[in-house]
């Protein structure tokens, strides 16, 4: 049951916000984001506990007004995303603005190939959106497999329409398909600061331990391609962002050394961006080691997203 429901209230979403004028779909973003906020849960409550730690010298009251403008952030990504597909394209090119877009440009004119990996910051389904519509160029991306499994097909049919190729995150099988992408000069980009297997990379972050996915460097050892960290944030009606330098390959090291310190070099430019703008940071989870569950055996567990 509650499966369903929550399937019927992402369709109705999908299939009503974006019918609504602007400023009240803006307007209702905003009156459900301060009463989740005023009510205290578990997410917010998260969020404003892993926000102490992006921002280790606020007050209280500084942090309360942090999660409030975080909700704010995270329910306009919701009404920016039920609204998209009904976006111009015109909308969509004009919504963004990317700093240091040539590493990203230069890369893939190489016929390299480029890994994006961004944290959970701002709207990266609108960054998407813009990377197919404004730069004209396909990208391969993965997604959780969400329950129910009309959920998940929902989430990949809204990705698709937005010119995204969508793989599940299970299986087995994504990593080789991405891997083929990025030997035929393509793009390829990941949602990259939280691992969900529990098996990622340990990374310092924010002065802690946390875990990452490895799965970026991974493909950028095996196949070649530029490992290019991204951050976002909003500005007004705007949205921004930025690409980092290229993460580099080690020249020594076996793989899994190369893994951890490139790993470690995302990390550290999703803190930079993090701590640019905390408010846009959607981390409403646990992330860092020391929150994690203790599964039998000694390992951490970690919380679906």
């Known amino acids: 049951m509650k499966d369903r ?18 400023p009240v779909a803006e307007r209702l973003g905003r009156t459900i984001a301060d009463a ?10 998260r969020l404003e506990a892993n926000l102490a ?8 009251q500084r942090l309360a007004e942090l999660s409030r403008a975080g ?4 329910l306009r990504y919701w009404m920016e995303s039920f609204r998209l597909p009904s976006w111009s394209r015109e909308r969509i090119k004009d919504g963004v603005d990317v700093k240091d877009l040539h590493h990203l440009t230069d890369g893939l004119a190489a016929g ?14 609108l960054a998407g959106a813009w990377v197919t519509t404004r730069l004209e160029t396909p990208f391969t991306t993965v997604a959780e497999r969400l329950k129910p499994e009309t959920l998940y097909d929902r989430f990949v049919a ?8 969508v793989l599940p995150h299970t299986g087995g099988s994504a990593f080789g398909t991405l891997a083929r992408r990025l030997r035929a000069g393509g793009l390829v980009c990941l949602v990259a600061d939280r691992d969900l297997s529990a098996s990622g990379v340990e990374v310092k972050f924010f002065g802690e331990s946390a875990r990452m996915p490895g799965g970026p460097a991974m493909l950028a050892q095996q196949t070649g391609a530029l490992l290019l960290p991204v951050t976002l944030w909003y500005d007004g009606a705007m949205m921004r962002g930025r690409i980092h330098p290229p993460v580099d390959v080690p020249e020594t090291g076996t793989r899994a050394e190369k893994t951890s310190v490139m790993t470690q070099a995302l990390a550290d430019a999703f803190a930079t961006g993090i701590a640019d703008h905390p408010e846009d940071w959607h981390m409403l989870q646990r992330l860092w080691l020391a929150d994690l569950e203790p599964r039998p055996g000694g390992t951490a567990a970690g919380e679906p997203s």
């Open 36 to 45: 989740a906020w005023k009510r205290r849960g578990k997410g917010v409550l």
């Open 158 to 165: 809204y990705r698709e329409s937005l010119g995204m190729e």
């Open 53 to 60: 730690r992006v921002v280790p010298d606020a007050t209280p």
């Open 112 to 125: 390299k190939g480029a890994v994006v990996a961004l944290p959970h910051l701002a709207n990266w389904d």
């Open 5 to 22: 429901l929550t399937d019927a209230l992402y369709g109705l979403g999908w299939s009503t916000v974006k019918k609504l004028p602007e």
């Open 71 to 74: 909700m704010r952030s995270y």
